[in-house]
């Protein structure tokens, strides 16, 4: 059975792209059949997080308007030959896609995939409406801060008026330095106030930029948040993870931490 | 001051932030402006007032989370504490 998943956030900034990125390619590790679709028109992104900007010949827009085929727009991925990107469209805007139309699109690739992983743009305006329209489960991305956080309870609010059934909240760049000095919202903080399931908690990491300044996901990579993405996606694909506890370590007790647990 | 504050810590940013998020999604969430709080609190002050005499000043009305009886999940409730200087004779 497929299914479809929106990635989203109300802010902008807070890593929405680059879990688009490690989730899909997470799952595609896993073995299922994984298509990424880039919607936001005009600011596109995924191509470059995933290193294959170079190989775009159609995008999301020539394929609503009919000017090509769903598979001669997807773009395969470098390592995985079941993972492929659908980009957006960069010289257009979000009015070029209605949200009837992405729903039409996803509920085609249906019968071709496992996993539909659409990146939302962030607003809450006509992009949003369009990356929502065929999803069956929403992944909340926030980070530990006051702003993002209140974006994320906003758009689970026009979810849960949605009648989305499954939202789940992903704390991103979380420092646990920080947090045990009081100096950052925790997760249990961050549970409190929005109030809805956790499906994984990555913690601030330097591979995350190293990683994207080479065009890679993390997820394949022994790093703290390679570990979490992995953690993620197993879950995402039904499996039970638990959510470990992690603490702010000195760089021995980190190094013997990566090979001996999960995050 | 300054001497005390080497005493008692200064309140942790996280739980200021997680204070003051709090606050403003009481708000976001109600999706009710403060007019419209006002028109509320002075609609109680004049009913009430009907029955008992109130202290309006030290009145307190605001929308806060509470547990939902339901069970899962916080709901937004009113929250309001009114003061009674004197409750009215009864006049039948």
Do not use: W
Request: include cysteine; glycine fraction near 8%.
């Amino acid at each position: 059975m497929s299914e479809v998943i929106v990635i989203t956030s109300g802010k902008g900034g807070v890593g929405k792209t680059t879990t688009t990125a490690n989730v899909g390619t997470g799952l595609a590790q896993l073995g299922k059949k994984v298509v990424l679709i880039d919607t936001d028109i005009g600011l596109r992104n995924l191509d470059v997080v995933m290193g294959l900007e170079n190989r775009i010949v159609y995008n999301l827009v020539d394929v609503v308007e009919g000017s090509c085929r769903p598979k001669q727009a997807m773009i395969k991925d470098k390592k995985y030959p079941n993972l492929f990107l659908l980009p957006s469209a960069q010289t257009r805007d979000k009015t070029s896609v209605t949200p009837e139309q992405m729903k039409a699109l996803t509920d085609e690739l249906r019968d071709d995939f496992d996993y539909i992983i659409l990146d939302c743009p962030a607003g809450i305006e006509q992009g949003f409406k369009n990356a929502i329209a065929g999803a069956d489960r929403a992944l909340i991305v926030t980070t530990p801060e006051v702003s993002a956080i209140r974006d994320a309870d906003r758009i689970i609010g026009l979810l849960e008026s949605e009648e989305f059934k499954q939202i789940h909240l992903i704390i991103n760049r979380i420092r646990m330095d920080m947090v045990k000095k009081g100096d950052m919202m925790s997760v249990e903080d961050v549970l409190d106030i929005l109030a809805i399931d956790l499906i994984g908690v990555v913690p601030d990491d330097e591979s995350i930029v190293i990683a994207t300044n080479e065009g890679e996901p993390v997820v394949n990579k022994p790093t703290q948040a390679g570990k979490a993405y992995e953690n993620i996606c197993r879950r995402v694909n039904g499996e039970e993870v638990p959510i470990m506890e992690f603490q702010p370590d000195g760089f021995f007790k980190k190094l013997a931490n990566l090979f001996r647990r999960g995050y | 001051m300054g001497f005390m504050d080497a005493f008692f810590r200064k309140r942790s940013s996280g739980s200021k932030a997680k204070d003051r998020l709090k606050l403003v999604l009481v708000s976001d969430r109600a999706n009710c402006s403060p007019d419209t709080m006002e028109m509320i609190k002075n609609d109680i002050i004049q009913v009430i007032s009907k029955y008992m005499e109130i202290d309006t000043q030290g009145l307190d009305i605001q929308i806060t989370q509470t547990a939902s009886e339901g069970g899962n999940g916080n709901v937004p409730a009113i929250y309001a504490n009114i003061p009674i200087k004197e409750m009215k004779k009864s006049g039948k």
